[in-house]
């Protein structure tokens, strides 16, 4: 889980948490993340006045964003 997302760099490497998101992904999305959870840091999205989503692409190149608590980094 990442704690603050304010040092992650555009273009880093995150691993989606499966257990965190599979209650709100369609089986699509979530049949690409069990095949390859490694995504790519695009961006960031206010999704409510008190939290920012981060915007990521998974392999097949679709953008997705998800919370901080979903997802960690990859060293």
Do not use: C, H
Request: avoid cysteine; hydrophobic fraction near 40%; glycine fraction near 6%.
């Amino acid at each position: 889980m990442i704690k603050n997302s304010s040092k992650l760099q555009k273009g880093q490497t995150l691993k989606v948490e499966i257990t965190e998101v599979e209650d709100r992904l369609s089986k699509n999305v979530i049949r690409q993340i069990q095949e390859d959870p490694i995504v790519e840091l695009v961006g960031y999205k206010m999704v409510d006045g008190n939290q920012f989503g981060l915007a990521v692409k998974l392999k097949n190149g679709e953008v997705n964003w998800f919370f901080e608590n979903e997802l960690s980094e990859v060293m």
